[in-house]
């Protein structure tokens, strides 16, 4: 009989930042070997994840390269090749316990055990994250402030940048290119004018800083060798346009405006990620597929102009389902999924925003398509998924329910009850604006 042996003092920190698990680590005796939940640490590692019920698989999806988990086996497919292991996915008290080193090393990163006073602690750092080496590198960020201004030192070589504001919600973005983020991804302030500070690696090249503004601010920029200065105050009303910070002679970026009639439709998977597999043996991404181009249509009805990230059963990368938003200045984002689960009985709607992020178009859009199909309400809920975390407009992912449960998967794939889903979809957005 299997006997894991659960280590409350087991910390997973990747590239310094610590992993927030909803189960505590697994270390499997036999092998020595630790597990744990497979969702956050996908997430962690910025893979898209989903379980399949049908092949009782976890997989996790990060650019070109997929990992399919089996549970109770010591095999792994990494792009379709089989691996074999030295420890087995588990279902453990409701959660599926993956291997860490195996996740993080197919990745392409290091992992390091470490034992500390408080326990054990486990480093995953980047070897080959999938990017070039810049010639910058965001080293570090600082802010000080007092009661008229806020001032940001970013620690980066002098070189290009791009600037330019985005309102609803109001953000000041800030694009270091031939960069390569090494900061956080989220610095919460305690300010009047900037709730927090965001950043990504947006592109290979490019490091992207957005800067959560409460109100609307003037801002200063001065160039150094090694740091880049960010002085924010109140408006004056003489800073209405965006000011430079390139060297003197080069054109200055135009400062988009939000179109607060073009949205983004994000079908999930494509091509050859099908997604989850339902009990009937259909695909996800074509479920999904279907339910967005009678969202699209619903939509320019109602006199938004639409952009779908895929038109059609093809592979689009989760980078470029970010880059097509980010193009744009759309006013929303909003993504289109299936769910699975292990348990043939779980059901119902969740809609899915990133941490800390407008809690409204989620639950806008949550309570008008329950109002619509009578779901189960599996409620509004957090999560690092890489097109809602990444993308600048407001984004949300929708889970219209499990094809993993027979009845909910029969409910979905009725042409009525997705013509109820669209509704809801399109009144949720239309009372988030107002409207």
Known sequence: MYIPQAFAGVDVYVEG????????PIIDASSNRTLVPFRQIFEALGAEVWFD??????????????????????????????????????????????????????????VDAHNTPEGTRVDIV????????????LKEITTTANDSELLIELKVEDGLNEVFKLGNPDRLVIDLQNTTNGVDDILNLDNPMVSAIRT?????????????????????????????????????????????IEPAGESEQPMPVVNDRLI???????????????????YEKDLVLGITNQ????????????????????????????????RTNAFAFVSIHANSAANPFAEGLEVYKYYDSDHKPAQNVLDAIL????????????????????????????????????????FLWDQENQE????????????????
Not at 126 to 137: K, L, T
Not at 265 to 279: E, F, S
Not at 401 to 408: A, D, L, M, P, T
């Open 17 to 24: 930042k610590i992993v927030q698990f909803d189960a505590p």
């Open 53 to 110: 019920a049908r092949s009782k698989s976890a997989f996790g999806l990060k650019g070109d390269l997929t990992i399919e988990l089996p549970i109770n086996l010591k095999v792994a497919y990494k792009n379709g090749e089989q691996i074999q292991l030295d420890v087995a996915t588990r279902a453990i008290n409701g959660r599926t316990m993956v291997p860490l080193r195996f996740i993080g090393e197919s990745l392409g990163c290091r």
């Open 126 to 137: 980047w070897i080959d994250p999938g990017r070039p080496d810049n010639e910058r590198s």
């Open 200 to 244: 990504s690696q947006l592109t290979s090249d490019t490091t992207r800083m957005v800067l959560d503004l409460k109100s609307m601010v003037d801002y200063y920029f001065e160039k150094n060798n090694h740091s880049l200065l960010i002085r924010i105050v109140e408006p004056t009303g003489l800073n209405d346009a965006i000011v430079p």
């Open 264 to 282: 983004i439709l994000d079908p999930g998977h494509g091509g050859k990620d099908v997604g989850a597999i339902g009990v009937s043996g259909k």
């Open 295 to 326: 969202l699209r249509t619903a939509l320019e009805d109602e006199g938004y102009t639409v952009v779908l990230t895929r038109l059609d059963d093809s592979y689009v990368s989760l980078d470029e389902r970010v880059n097509i938003a980010d």
């Open 371 to 410: 109002m619509q199909t009578g779901q189960v309400n599996r409620n509004v809920k957090e999560a690092g998924f890489y097109v809602i975390k990444n993308t600048l407009m407001p984004s949300i992912l929708i889970e219209t329910g499990f094809i993993s449960n027979v009845r909910e998967e029969a």
């Open 420 to 435: 109820d889903i669209v509704r809801g979809i399109v009144k949720g957005i239309m009372k988030y604006q107002g409207r």
